[in-house]
C-alpha cells in the first residue's frame, strides 16, 4: 500500500494510493482450473486534487478503481445445528473448470464547497460509479454425486449518479446550527445468471432495473443560551421518493435440452415517505452527556429476481417502516482515564421485508414478503480505561433481543414463531489490552491482545434449524513504532489471527437438502508482519 500526497504552490495538492493485496484461501481445490477457493487478488488505485483557487472556496475531485480477481469461496457442507463439524481444507476432484471472479468497480467524485460568510457554507457533493461483476460458484461438487449439486454464474453490470446541495450554517450566535439538503440519485443495471443443476437443468436469467430516488431534509439543533449551551434540541425530517422499475426474464433448459421460456416479467412501483426525528441532549457536566432520541426511518421496496412466479415478481413487495427509541449516556470521567458509554435503544418494524424459501427443494427460489411486525430490543456498553498513559483497556458489549410479532400466514393466522431474525447475535463482547511497555532510542514497543466472544445466530428467517454457532477469537499484535531511519519514520508489527485456530461458521444457507446446509468458514489462524514507512521531505532552505 503506497500513498503520496505532493503540494504544487499554495492552492493545489495532488494525492496518488495504490494498494495490492494478495492471500491465498486455506482450501484447496483438488479439481480443475484454480488452485485454491477463497484467494484474494486485489488491486486498488485512487488519484485525488483539491484545489483552493480563492478563501473560502474550496474543491475536491477523486477517481478511483478496485480490479478483484478472488476466486470463489468454499461452501462446505455442513449439518444442522448443534451438530459441528470441522473445517474443510481440500474441495472434492469433482469441481470442473472453477473459474476466478472478475470485478471491476471505479467512480468519480467532486466535492465543492462555498463559504458564504456568517457561518454559511453551500456544498454540493457529486458522484457517479459503475461496476461490471462476474462471479461463479460452484455447490457441493462430489458431496452428493459425481458433480455439483448446481453451479452459478452472474454477470452484472450497474452504473449510477448522483447529486446532493447542502446548506450549512448557524444563527441567533451560534444558538442555532442547521442543515438543509436535497438529493438525487439514479442508477441502472442489467444481470445475465447462469444456473445448472446436477440434473442438467438450466436457468438463465435476464434482468434489468431502472431506479430513482429523490429527497429533501433539513435538521436543526438549538442550544439557548439561557441554558448554558447545556440543553440541545435536534429536529429533523426527510421526505423521500423512490421509483423502482425491473424486467424479468427466465429461459429453463431441461436435461434432454427442451426449452421453456416462461412469461416475461415487469414490474414498476413508486414510493414516499417522510422520516421526522427528535433529539434531546444535556450536558450534565463538560466531558458527560445524555440523550434521548426518536426517529422514523424506512427501506423502500423493490422486486425480487428469485421470485416463485412470475405474478410475484410482477407485483413486487413494499417498504418496511421503522420506528426507533435510543436514550443513552456518553461520558470521561477521572480527568479523562475513563470513558463510559451506554444506549439502550427500542425499535419497533411495520410490514418487515421477510425473505421466504417457497420452495425447500429448490433454494432458487424465494419470496420477499412484507410480513407484519416485529421489533428488536437492545443495549450497547463500552468502556474504555486508562490507568497509565502507557495502558489502555477497553470492552465493548451488546445484548440484543429480536422478535416477529406478528406474521400471517395464508389463512391469516398468526406463523411468527417459526419465524427468527437473522445474523443477529443475543451478546456480543469485544475486548482488548494495549501496552506500550518500553520507550527506547530504537523505537517505542507496544502490545495489543484483542478477544472477541459472539452468540449464536439464526442463519434463515424461515428455518429455525439453520443456526450459526457461537465462538470466540484471540488476536494479537506487537509494534515497534517510531523508529528512526534518518529523516524517515519506520512502523513493524508481528500480527497474528484467531491464535486458538478456531473452526466457526461466517454464513450459512440452504442448498435444497433435508439435513444438509450450505456454509462458509471463517479464516484459520494466520500470522504476519507489517512495515510502515513514511517519507517526509526536507523542509526548503530559508
Known amino acids: 500500500r503506497t500513498r503520496v500526497n505532493i503540494p504544487i504552490g499554495e492552492t493545489l495538492a495532488v494525492e496518488l494510493g495504490y494498494v495490492h493485496a494478495r492471500k491465498n484461501g486455506f482450501v484447496e481445490n483438488a479439481g480443475t482450473s484454480v488452485s485454491r477457493f477463497g484467494d484474494q487478488r486485489r488491486d486498488g488505485y485512487r488519484a485525488a486534487v483539491r484545489w483552493q483557487p480563492a478563501a473560502g472556496i474550496d474543491l475536491r475531485y477523486a477517481y478511483d478503481r478496485s480490479d478483484i480477481a478472488d476466486t470463489p469461496a468454499f461452501i462446505a457442507p455442513v449439518p444442522l445445528y448443534p451438530v459441528n463439524t470441522p473445517r474443510p481444507i481440500r474441495g472434492s476432484t469433482a469441481v470442473a473448470n472453477l473459474k476466478p471472479n472478475n470485478v471491476r468497480a471505479q467512480g468519480h467524485n467532486l466535492t465543492a464547497e462555498f463559504d458564504l460568510g456568517t457561518d454559511t457554507v453551500v456544498r454540493s457533493l457529486t458522484g457517479y460509479r459503475k461496476i461490471h ?95 448554558d449551551d447545556r440543553l440541545h434540541v435536534t429536529a429533523g425530517a426527510r421526505w423521500s421518493r423512490d421509483e423502482r422499475n425491473a424486467t424479468l426474464q427466465d429461459r429453463i433448459t431441461a436435461g434432454d435440452g427442451t426449452l421453456t421460456v416462461l412469461p416475461a416479467g415487469k414490474g414498476s412501483n413508486t414510493f414516499t415517505n417522510v422520516s421526522p426525528t427528535l433529539i434531546l441532549a444535556y450536558d450534565f457536566a463538560p466531558r458527560i452527556n445524555g440523550y434521548a432520541k426518536v426517529s422514523r426511518g424506512y427501506k423502500t421496496g423493490g422486486f425480487n429476481v428469485r421470485a416463485s412466479t412470475t405474478q410475484r415478481f410482477n407485483e413486487g413487495f413494499g417498504p418496511e417502516n421503522l420506528t426507533g427509541y435510543e436514550i443513552g449516556l456518553k461520558s470521561d470521567l477521572l480527568d479523562n482515564r475513563l470513558r463510559v458509554n451506554l444506549a439502550l435503544f427500542h425499535s419497533d418494524y411495520r410490514d418487515i421485508q421477510i425473505n421466504v424459501q417457497s420452495d425447500r427443494g429448490n433454494p432458487t427460489r424465494t419470496d420477499v414478503l412484507n410480513a407484519g411486525k416485529a421489533r428488536i430490543n437492545g443495549l450497547e456498553l463500552d468502556l474504555t480505561a486508562k490507568p497509565t498513559d502507557d495502558l489502555t483497556l477497553t470492552a465493548s458489549y451488546g445484548y440484543t433481543d429480536a422478535k416477529y410479532l406478528r406474521i400471517e400466514g395464508l389463512n391469516g393466522q398468526n406463523i411468527a414463531g417459526a419465524f427468527a431474525f437473522t445474523n443477529i447475535p443475543r451478546h456480543s463482547l469485544a475486548t482488548g489490552i494495549d501496552y506500550a511497555f518500553a520507550r527506547t532510542t530504537f523505537g517505542t514497543f507496544a502490545t495489543a491482545v484483542n478477544y472477541s466472544l459472539q452468540d449464536k445466530a439464526f442463519a434463515s428467517s424461515g428455518d429455525r434449524r439453520m ?63 507489517d512495515l510502515t514507512a513514511t517519507f517526509h521531505p526536507p523542509p526548503p532552505p530559508p
Open 133 to 227: 461483476n462476474i462471479s461463479n460458484q460452484n455447490y457441493f461438487a462430489g458431496v452428493v454425486g459425481p458433480v455439483a449439486l448446481f453451479t452459478n454464474r452472474f454477470d452484472d453490470s450497474q452504473d449510477q449518479f448522483s447529486q446532493e446541495l447542502q446548506l450549512v450554517g448557524s444563527v441567533l450566535e451560534g444558538q442555532l446550527e442547521y442543515v438543509l439538503g436535497a438529493y438525487y440519485f439514479e442508477e441502472s443495471a442489467d444481470t445475465h445468471a447462469v444456473t445448472i443443476a446436477a440434473n442438467g437443468r438450466r436457468t438463465d436469467r435476464a434482468v434489468t432495473a431502472a431506479n430513482t430516488a429523490y429527497a429533501v431534509y433539513g435538521q436543526a439543533t438549538w442550544s439557548p443560551a439561557a441554558m
Open 467 to 529: 443456526m450459526l454457532p457461537g465462538y470466540g477469537l484471540l488476536d494479537a499484535r506487537l509494534t515497534v513504532s517510531d523508529i528512526p531511519v534518518g529523516t524517515h519514520n519506520l512502523r513493524l508489527s508481528f500480527w497474528g489471527r484467531n491464535l486458538t485456530d478456531t473452526d466457526y461458521l461466517v454464513t450459512s444457507g440452504s442448498v435444497g437438502l433435508p439435513t444438509t446446509v450450505g456454509g462458509i468458514f471463517g479464516e484459520p489462524r494466520s500470522y504476519g508482519v
